[in-house]
């Protein structure tokens, strides 16, 4: 009979990671989000790089990668937010000792990443010329679509690695997450230069970097896993029973969390859009570097809601609802005020991160641009945590529906509304755009931190109440 989550295994034995999972809430946090955090500032710092390497080719090559940037958010974001779904099923059956039925929603997982990856891969190669059109690359249609083909040539690695991410993260296990992650940006980073400029490839060295990079930690994440053998979690045919409630489980947290970054990416389309409109292709270069800087800001906010999945994933699986209360309040108390920091900091380094992405006399006049971009952003920071580890609370207790509802309110109402309004109705143009993503943002997270709250408050009320068994 297959595990349904609840239910306790015949295996025995812990790890380290798993006896710091099931345990106090805030040191789990603390000790699992700091290598996610490391981990996740060199991917970042590969995308910065990146981006320094492909401003040297000039400003349509840094558009060009700015149009295909949504699309390919659009298949992590499928990736990630699967693998959130993976995280959240296989963290409740830890909590709840269901080790077989860990093990079995593990393969499961691995098996939906290929199927995925087999469907996915030619349909993003064939598109990635048409889209860059619809998207209004114009000029930089040709250097748009040959970064694309390129880049999603690695479809199944993707896959692949985000999913063994999230395999290891809901068993505790983040130092090595962090050393694959890694890995994979220093290598990037290596091949960078070497293949755009040593090689002659141009843009499309850039994505050739990423493929390459993926799949050399895709060969390390399989030696781990079928070779040493020594995961808390087992993924091999004996553990294996196909099971279709197994699916669903993964699939009602992993949907609606793919779906936000769809959000994102619709977002990001939009912004864009709004952009081309108002200042044209240099305004989409300014948003998409800026942004890169923004996302390597909001780094350890990503690292710490990455840990509160797993964290309440499992203690909701054990039922230990006091858990989540004091897990979101840590987190979101602990994200402010490292946002407050990172606000300041930013603020004062402003021009020199622009010089950055500014070195060479084909870009040197977006600088202005990016400095004004990254002063407001400013002012974004702080109200991300509320909003992310809310997210995370409802993505850890199996909830992913609501924390969709959240994003959808946050993206595609406040933020989307918000840059229109600024920018055309009320004349503000470029400037207002940034301003509406920051006014967006406040409200999206004050509406996602009373949700949790409340969410919370019910369960705890419903566990004390004399009438639950």
Avoid at 66 to 72: C, R
Avoid at 356 to 362: M, Q, R
Wanted: net charge neutral; aromatic share 10%; proline share 4%.
């Amino acid at each position: 009979m297959q595990n349904t989550g609840q239910e306790p295994s015949e295996r025995t034995g812990t790890t380290e990671g798993v006896a710091l999972l099931t345990g106090d809430p805030k040191r789990a946090i603390l000790k699992l989000s700091i290598p996610m955090i490391a981990a996740m500032l060199l991917m970042s710092t590969y995308n910065l790089v990146d981006a320094i390497w492909v401003a040297g080719l000039g400003s349509d090559a840094l558009a060009a990668v700015g149009f295909m940037t949504p699309v390919f958010m659009i298949l992590m974001g499928l990736s990630v937010g699967l693998g959130a779904g993976v995280t959240s099923a296989i963290a409740r059956r830890i909590g709840a000792g269901n080790r077989e039925g860990a093990d079995n929603t593990a393969v499961h997982a691995i098996l939906l990443s290929l199927a995925l990856s087999a469907a996915l891969t030619l349909p993003l190669i064939l598109l990635a010329g048409p889209v860059a059109v619809l998207l209004g690359a114009g000029d930089t249609t040709g250097l748009a679509t040959v970064y694309g083909q390129t880049l999603f040539t690695g479809t199944v690695f993707v896959l692949f690695t985000n999913i063994a991410y999230a395999i290891l993260r809901a068993e505790g296990d983040m130092k090595r997450t962090m050393y694959a992650m890694g890995a994979s940006s220093i290598i990037n980073i290596v091949l960078d230069p070497i293949l755009i400029y040593g090689a002659g490839m141009g843009i499309a060295g850039a994505a050739l970097a990423t493929v390459i990079s993926i799949a050399l930690v895709s060969v390390v994440i399989l030696f781990w896993f079928f070779v040493r053998k020594d995961t808390y979690v087992s993924l091999s045919r004996r553990v294996f029973s196909p099971d279709l409630s197994t699916i669903i489980d993964i699939l009602k947290v992993g949907l609606p969390a793919s779906l936000e970054f769809f959000l994102m990416s619709a977002l990001a389309i939009i912004i864009n859009s709004l952009l081309v409109g108002i200042s044209g292709t240099d305004a989409v270069a300014i948003y998409t570097t800026g942004w890169r800087v923004v996302m390597f800001a909001i780094i350890p906010f990503v690292g710490i809601s990455t840990a509160v999945v797993s964290v309440c994933g499992a203690a909701y699986g054990a039922r230990k609802y006091e858990h989540l209360k004091t897990a979101h309040t840590f987190s979101v108390g602990l994200g402010m005020v490292i946002a407050i920091a990172m606000s300041a900091i930013t603020w004062l380094i402003a021009p020199q991160i622009a010089l950055i992405f500014t070195y060479s006399p084909e870009s040197a006049h977006l600088a202005p641009g990016i400095v004004v971009f990254l002063q407001i952003m400013c002012f974004f920071y702080p109200f991300v945590p509320p909003g992310i580890m809310s997210g995370s609370i409802f993505q850890g207790t199996g909830k992913g529906t609501t924390s969709l509802a959240i994003s959808v309110l946050r993206n595609l109402l406040f933020i989307a509304l918000f840059t229109w309004v600024l920018a055309i109705p009320m004349g503000m143009g470029e400037a207002g755009v940034w301003w509406g993503i920051v006014a967006g943002d406040i409200l999206g997270g004050i509406v996602g931190y009373l949700w949790a709250r409340l969410y919370i408050a019910r369960l705890i009320a419903t566990a004390n109440s004399p009438h639950t068994p």
